[in-house]
């Protein structure tokens, strides 16, 4: 069952941009995750409620950006520079407490949306 909806996935070429949208929660952190086929399910980025605090993989520090509208209950990944190897189905999350870097720990997800980029 979804608990979490994901929208702006699609095709783009190398270079280019998405941005992903979240329905938010009041979870403590909400969080963007990523899997490949035949991949393990990967940590991209989380904030918390506030907004104040962020956290990046460092495969997409400097070129990713997840960021919150409280007002608009949404968050949001930013994606720029994006490469061939950013090619996955994009998880948003939530969770109350924990490592927010950690997929185990989160307890509400989304059905997945696509991210395709070609080179």
């Known amino acids: 069952q979804v608990q979490l909806v994901e929208s702006g996935g699609g095709l783009v070429q190398a270079g280019g941009s998405l941005r992903l949208s979240c329905a938010a929660s009041?979870?403590?952190?909400m969080g963007w995750f990523r899997q490949a086929p035949g991949k393990e399910r990967e940590f991209v980025t989380a904030i918390t409620w506030s907004g104040k605090s962020t956290y990046y993989a460092d495969s997409v520090k400097g070129r990713f950006t997840i960021s919150r509208d409280n007002v608009k209950n949404t968050v949001y990944l930013q994606m720029n520079s994006l490469k061939p190897e950013d090619t996955a189905v994009y998880y948003c999350?939530?969770?109350?407490?924990?490592?927010?870097?950690?997929?185990?720990?989160?307890?509400?997800w989304g059905q997945g949306t696509q991210v395709t980029v070609s080179s």
């Open positions: 009041d979870r403590t952190f």
């Open positions: 999350a939530a969770v109350l407490s924990g490592d927010p870097r950690v997929a185990g720990g989160y307890d509400y």
